[in-house]
């Protein structure tokens, strides 16, 4: 077996315990004797590298050429590690989950990536494209302070407003409150208070930058039971009549009907322009005892196979390993108790996906990074850990441009909240994409502050949507659910754990280990299980 592609090369490195940079890579598959030119480089690489560099390869690459005749260019050593790399026996079998009981000793550590079938795999590396945007990782301005979170609101509130502005005519609270009695007027603003009134009407608080108003809707109107969609801090219009007292100081405003910044009807998503497919996962967990290991084997071997040839993007929604001291008692159901140690055993999962697939996570809860959202994406130490495939880390949430299709992704763990306070029907753990399509109707990915969710402040509301995403990735419920919202496709990706004590204890009955699989000339989705 020769190393002729990039594929190979990475599978190659990554059987002798290294990664590389991309440019590494294509330096490697351009060399006159690409199996020679890695044995060298690998050979010369610094004891500590665990990722190789361009400047790695160029600097073993110019050796050679100066005829340094202490370096090996033979053939010999790669066949004997191809033939070992394609053997069927050192293929990781669907029920070796071993490597998840023993994450410490020397060899478990760096498992054989290579497949029998890696051949089958054959991917048009100058057709992908992947971009991020909305990123807060290295952006975070957030003190901690009282103004930032003026800030993070105000700025919220002006983006959200912007959106609502074009299709009504908004006056500000302030100048609403000093028209005559019984005119018409549209308010902009965000919601600082619910409640029902004695006589079962919804009292709504809009407040913007003047100020506040108060809007009744009438238990009686045929929009009333979209209060019970209303969440507190989401931005919404509202219009209607104000009383007839309202010059007098202590007006209201009778709704006559109501917006949210939403997506148009008619959005039309963009796709790619071949046929080409991701993976959307979410909630690994591993490091938990209920991680699924042969489950996650069993998918890693998969993309290995022809079906899963088109396969050429994993995305991945947060929770990569199970953490520690996320909820209480984990420490209970932990099967690796340090989180170093989790992200070194989910770099070692990583590594059995093909090495030619491109990568792009964000952390979620369980993740050590902040908490309060946006979360920024995994620190140094982490990257360095999660470094194989090259994988592209970015922040929760961010945008991932996949060949022209624009796909949001963010953890999920506003869906809890979303859940929690509007009924079954629109928004619950066994119909998880509803809950999505809400925030994709409010146009904000966790609009609730100062409940479960923590929202960090920050100059800038990074959880806003501005741009209608073609796709809406989340996971943290741990409940597998898609649809389309308006033509947006919506995917909660279920989870790789099964179900916890905790879980058990609440009645959530996770979907672990499924792979939804995207196609993103279509947008059509397929669902594939290995569990
Ligand atoms: O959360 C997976 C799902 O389970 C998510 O809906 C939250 C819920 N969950 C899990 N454990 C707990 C505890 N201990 N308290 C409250 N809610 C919980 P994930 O964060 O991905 O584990
Ligand atoms: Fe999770
Ligand atoms: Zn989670």
Wanted: proline residues 5%; aromatic residues 8%; negative net charge.
């Amino acid at each position: 077996m020769s190393l002729e592609t990039p594929a190979r090369i990475v599978s190659e490195l990554a059987s002798r315990g290294y990664n590389a940079d991309r440019e590494a890579v294509t330096l490697l598959a351009g060399a006159d004797d690409p199996d020679g030119a890695l044995d060298v480089v690998v050979e010369r690489a610094p004891e500590d590298a665990l990722k190789l560099s361009a400047d790695h390869v160029k600097a073993a690459l110019s050796e050679v050429d100066a005829g340094d005749p202490s370096v090996s260019t033979g053939r010999d050593s790669v066949e004997t590690s191809g033939t070992k790399s394609g053997s069927p026996g050192e293929t990781k079998g669907v029920d070796d989950g071993e490597i998840g009981r023993d994450p410490f000793g020397p060899d478990a550590s760096r498992p054989d990536t290579t497949r029998p079938d890696e051949s089958v795999r054959d991917p048009d590396f100058d057709a992908r494209s992947l971009e991020v945007a909305g990123d807060v990782t290295g952006e975070s301005t957030g003190t901690g302070e009282y103004d930032d979170f003026v800030s993070v609101f105000q700025d919220r509130f002006k983006r959200l407003s912007k959106q609502l502005r074009s299709r009504v005519n908004a006056r500000p609270t302030s100048a609403v409150r000093k028209m005559p009695g019984g005119g018409e007027t549209a308010i902009v603003g965000m919601i600082s208070d619910i409640r029902s009134t004695a006589s079962g009407h919804w009292l709504i608080e809009l407040e913007d930058t003047s100020g506040t108003y108060p809007c009744l809707v009438m238990k009686d109107r045929e929009f009333a039971d979209t209060v019970d969609e209303l969440l507190l801090d989401e931005v919404i219009a509202v219009e209607g009549t104000l009383s007839d007292d309202n010059d007098d100081g202590d007006g209201i405003l009778f709704v006559d009907s109501l917006y949210f910044p939403d997506v148009p009807r008619t959005y039309q998503p963009s796709t790619a322009d071949r046929h080409v497919q991701a993976a959307l996962i979410s909630d690994v967990h591993v490091g938990s005892q209920e991680f699924m290991a042969d489950a996650w084997s069993r998918f890693a071997d998969w993309l290995h196979t022809e079906e899963a040839s088109a396969v050429e993007y994993l995305l991945i929604a947060g929770d990569m390993v199970e953490g520690v001291g996320v909820y209480p008692n984990q420490d209970e159901e932990l099967d690796i108790v340090d989180i170093y140690e989790q992200y070194e055993q989910f770099a070692e999962y990583l590594k059995e996906v093909p090495g030619d697939m491109e990568i792009l996570m964000i952390p979620g809860n369980h993740d050590a990074v902040r908490l309060a959202e946006p979360q920024p994406g995994f620190d140094e130490e982490l990257r360095d850990i999660m470094s194989a495939h090259d994988a592209r880390i970015s922040g929760n949430p961010s945008t991932v441009t996949v060949e022209g299709v624009d796909v949001l992704m963010y953890h999920g763990f506003s869906l809890d909240e979303v859940i929690a306070e509007l009924p079954e029907e629109k928004a619950s753990y066994d119909e998880p994409h509803k809950a999505m399509y809400q925030l994709l109707k409010k146009r904000h990915v966790a609009p609730q502050f100062g409940g479960k969710t923590r929202v960090a402040p920050e100059e800038k509301d990074y959880l806003v949507m501005d741009e209608v995403p073609d796709v809406f990735h989340t996971g943290h419920v741990h409940k597998l659910g898609w649809g389309k919202y308006h033509n947006v496709l919506a995917v909660n990706s279920g989870c790789w754990q099964a179900q916890t004590a905790f879980q058990k204890s609440v009645n959530i009955d996770p979907d672990a280990g499924f792979a939804p699989i995207l196609d993103l000339d279509t947008l059509d989705m397929t669902v594939r299980q290995f569990s």
